[in-house]
């Protein structure tokens, strides 16, 4: 408070003064300005001809030889005694406010750094300190900006006028303060402090700048910076304080490379760490500050620079460009990081010869880097390429490109029979995309996959099997053996993530003395077939010799066997036209016989079959009738059975009498009663008188019932029959009661 207020305090005072020497000033200029008009206009101007007498006597002949001036015209005299008022005059006006008015004239690309010779009060710098801040004699914290400055006496102030900072485009400029606090031990570089950019020197201290090195740094443009506390590096003086030029350009990063990043303050990297995490917000290491707030740790760092320009302090940031990871086309990349975050296994429980973490983390990678171009920190990740593609290799004097099967030689083995022989193989494997990590955190690269896998399981498999098999089968069961080592070894493999895509056995090297051996059998089995051969050519040549002599001999004989031959064949002839006319003659007969008992055997077949047919037609129809009457019975018995339980017994049979004399019209009262009276003899004639009436008037077949209440006798009725009518006998009893 002290301190600002001894600076208001100066400030009126400055103002007051400026404000004097200002009204001086008019006066003495008012004042010359009378001198100099008392004398004419034409007087004035001669003795400004005069002040330039070379001028002049340059220009007198030109003038007097014009024809346009005048002639007349006369020089007037210059007077020495007028040039005194305006001399005095002009040197007041100039040494006054510069002497008591304290005038500092600052332009406009300067800066005003004002030294302090002595304090009216008195008080010093504290110890330490190189600039003051309270008015204390010395190098003042406050600069001068572009004008007019008044009270600055020349007696109190000294001014020195700087010129501006220009730091020109694609350049930065470094910072070294010359007062502030001491940086702390386990820094080497002063905090950035709001001061708009170095440009304001009070708050730099007040905020608590530090002394020394400065972490923040100037970009391309226009400073006012106090030189008695910041000096500055650029490009035009970096050689001067020992840097090379090429530190204070922008850092410029290639398209097709990345930045490795070693910060150079901060803290100190935790133990098992080789590099520092990533920090968040400070802008690709741009703004340091924000890094070292973060946590941020000085030495190898995972982040790492894209291609680009960066604005880097090079007492903060050292960058190493490395070229971007390539993948080529066929290969995956299995990342196995330094760095990253916590270890968190992710192969899951079956996977049990490993780790596997997701991107980010320590250890193996999850997830491959497929073909391309990748940004990665080569210093803290390591990228193991995995062909994707059919790997070949050969355990044989061959190599393929890929140099993984230099070290593999052919396979000695020994046979069941005792021989040693070399063996050439050639195995094709495969590794996926995805099995790729797996089979990097099991084995570590691939060379190792090779040489501590592959190399023992196939060549362990051929001398052991070698063992059940002898030379010869080797070499004449080659596939048999071939097949059974592709599916071992398929199965072999699928347990370390590879796919075993074919085994192939090459050349066999069988022991020279067992192949002397086989080469003389052959040789001699070849002979003796040979010889076989020639001795079937010399037995055919002498049975040709044979009967080509026969041939000649039996030429003759052929002609005498043909002319028997001939005779003996129309002999046959003749006798087999007789017996072909015989026999022609006999099938004619039989088949005329054939035909006639195939024609009676038809019609008694047909007759057979008719009968057949009737009686089977007989015996349907009768079992059928049968059926119907079998039904009909059974129909009436339980029609029967239902009227006995409804009626009774008694009551069912009176009914059916009933019915069956309704429905046969019989007569129960006859058409001539005879009477039996002992006293009259006329009764019997009238009976037959009364029956031959009734036979005249009564239809053929008609029975007429008599009622139960009329007397009946027990003679039999006598009807006419004129057809098929059969007579009815009604017998009636002597006591009238019908029976």
């Not at 098992?272 to 946590?295: K, L, Y």
């Not at 190493?320 to 990081?337: A, D, K, L, R």
């Not at 916590?342 to 999850?366: I, M, P, Q, R, Y």
């Not at 007759?607 to 049968?626: C, D, F, G, M, V």
Request: proline share 5%; net charge neutral; glycine share 8%.
């Amino acid at each position: 408070m002290k301190a600002s207020q001894d600076f208001s305090s100066r400030n009126k005072q400055t103002k007051i003064f400026r404000l004097a020497a200002s009204v001086l000033t008019t006066a003495a200029l008012a004042g010359s300005i009378n001198a100099v008009s008392a004398s004419p206009i034409r007087k004035t101007t001669t003795q400004h001809i005069a002040s330039t007498s070379i001028q002049l006597q340059q220009t007198k002949p030109t003038i007097a030889q014009s024809p346009n001036v005048n002639n007349n015209l006369q020089l007037a005299q210059i007077s020495p005694w007028g040039l005194i008022p305006v001399v005095l005059v002009g040197g007041l006006v100039i040494f006054f406010p510069l002497f008591f008015g304290g005038l500092v004239v600052i332009g406009e690309r300067e800066v005003g750094i004002v030294v302090k010779k002595f304090a009216i009060s008195g008080r010093g710098l504290p110890a330490g300190r190189l600039i003051a801040l309270d008015g204390e004699a010395g190098l003042q914290a406050d600069t001068l900006a572009p004008g007019w400055h008044w009270g600055y006496w020349p007696w109190q102030y000294s001014i020195k006028k700087e010129s501006v900072v220009v730091v020109p485009q694609g350049e930065i400029a470094l910072l070294v303060a010359e007062d502030g606090k001491p940086i702390p031990p386990e820094r080497i570089l002063g905090k950035i402090i709001e001061c708009d950019n170095f440009q304001d020197a009070r708050k730099f201290l007040t905020n608590g700048g530090e002394k020394g090195r400065q972490m923040g740094f100037l970009t391309a443009g226009t400073y006012r910076i106090n030189t008695a506390l910041f000096k500055v590096i650029t490009v035009a003086n970096a050689t001067k304080q020992g840097m090379s030029p090429e530190y204070l350009r922008l850092y410029h990063v290639a398209s097709d490379k990345v930045g490795i990043v070693t910060t150079l303050d901060g803290l100190p990297i935790p133990g098992g760490e080789i590099a520092g995490p990533i920090i968040p917000g400070h802008d690709n290491f741009q703004n340091g500050q924000r890094f070292i707030d973060g946590g941020g740790r000085r030495g190898l760092q995972e982040q790492i620079l894209l291609s680009g320009c960066w604005n880097l302090n090079p007492w903060f940031v050292q960058v190493e460009q490395v070229p971007m990871t390539e993948i080529p086309i066929g290969y995956v990349g299995v990342v196995i990081s330094f760095v990253g975050k916590a270890h968190e296994d992710v192969s899951g429980a079956a996977f049990t010869h490993g780790n596997l973490v997701n991107s980010g983390h320590k250890g193996v990678w999850v997830e491959p880097l497929y073909p391309g171009k990748h940004p990665i920190n080569t210093r803290v990740m390591k990228i193991e390429l995995v062909p994707t593609t059919n790997i070949v290799l050969n355990w044989s004097g061959r190599t393929e490109r890929h140099n993984y099967d230099a070290k593999l030689g052919s396979l000695t083995v020994r046979s069941r029979d005792g021989f040693a022989f070399d063996l050439e193989v050639a195995q094709i494997i495969h590794v996926g995309a995805l099995d790729a990590p797996k089979v990097i955190s099991r084995v570590g690269a691939m060379q190792n996959l090779v040489d501590h896998v592959l190399e023992p399981t196939i060549g362990n498999y051929f001398r052991n099997s070698a063992q059940d098999y002898t030379v010869l089968d080797f070499l004449s069961a080659r596939s048999e053996r071939q097949a059974e080592a592709a599916e071992y070894i398929k199965m072999a493999l699928r347990a370390y993530d590879v796919q075993a895509i074919d085994t192939l056995i090459g050349d066999i090297q069988p022991p020279a003395t067992l192949m002397q051996t086989q080469t003389d059998r052959k040789i001699a089995e070849e002979q003796r077939k040979t010889f076989e051969v020639q001795q079937q050519a010399q037995t055919q040549r002498q049975q040709l010799v044979r009967e080509t002599a026969l041939a000649d001999i039996q030429q003759d004989m052929v002609k005498s066997e043909q002319g028997v031959m001939i005779a003996e064949l129309k002999a046959k002839a003749d006798i087999q036209q007789e017996a072909v006319r015989s026999e022609q003659g006999v099938k004619i007969a039989e088949l005329k016989a054939s035909a006639k008992v195939k024609e009676m055997t038809g019609e008694a077949e047909a007759i057979r079959l008719r009968a057949n047919a009737e009686a089977e037609s007989l015996r349907l129809k009768s079992i059928a009738e049968a059926e119907a009457i079998r039904a009909t019975g059974n129909a009436k018995a339980e029609a029967y059975r239902s009227g006995v339980e409804a009626l009774g017994t008694q009551g069912y049979t009176a009914m059916q009498m009933m019915q069956i004399i309704g429905d046969r019209h019989v007569r129960l009262i006859p058409d001539v009663l005879v009477g039996g009276n002992n006293s009259s003899t006329n009764g019997l004639v009238d009976g037959l008188l009364s029956m031959i009436l009734w036979n005249q008037t009564t239809k053929p077949g008609e029975v007429i019932l008599p009622s139960q209440s009329q007397p009946t006798i027990n003679e039999p009725e006598t009807t006419a029959s004129n057809g098929n009518q059969s007579p009815v006998v009604v017998e009636f009893p002597l006591d009238g009661n019908v029976s």
